[in-house]
Nanobody
Framework: QVQLVESGGGLVQAGGSLRLSCAAS????????MGWFRQAPGKEREFVAA????????YYTDSVKGRFTISRDNAKNTVYLQMNSLKPEDTAVYYC??????????????????WGQGTQVTVSS
């Protein structure tokens, strides 16, 4: 049974930092893209960042470029999201996702087959 478990969310003041982690179990994702999405209350789930299987390519949504960094450790089957200079508009539930198809890479939710349960990030002003 494949599981993605996020951790690291919490409450932080504007300008602060958080590091999210997502540990995968049940299968290896070393040949698969992994990503982070978020969903704010009353809004649709949106793409935040994704990283290719070999870490050579990373995509970011425009609103987080220069502030967030996605990384992965294939030996640990884990993906990370370092979030700096947080803003109140970053407040959302953050979800980790993994693609089932090897060597594919995308930003759309439909690309990703496995999802975590989400971790709340709240940024106060």
């Amino acid at each position: 049974q494949v599981q993605l478990v996020e951790s690291g969310g919490g409450l932080v003041q504007a300008g602060g930092s958080l590091r999210l982690s997502c540990a995968a179990s049940g299968r290896a994702f070393s040949n698969n893209a992994m990503g982070w999405f978020r969903q704010a209350p009353g809004k649709e789930r949106e793409f935040v960042a994704a990283i290719s299987w070999n870490t050579r390519i990373a995509y970011y949504t425009d609103s987080v470029k220069g502030r967030f960094t996605i990384s992965r450790d294939n030996a640990k089957n884990t993906v990370y999201l370092q979030m700096n200079s947080l803003k109140p508009e970053d407040t959302a539930v953050y979800y980790c996702a993994a693609d089932n198809v090897p060597y594919r890479f995308g930003r759309e939710t439909r690309v990703y087959d496995y999802w975590g349960q989400g971790t709340q990030v709240t940024v106060s002003s």
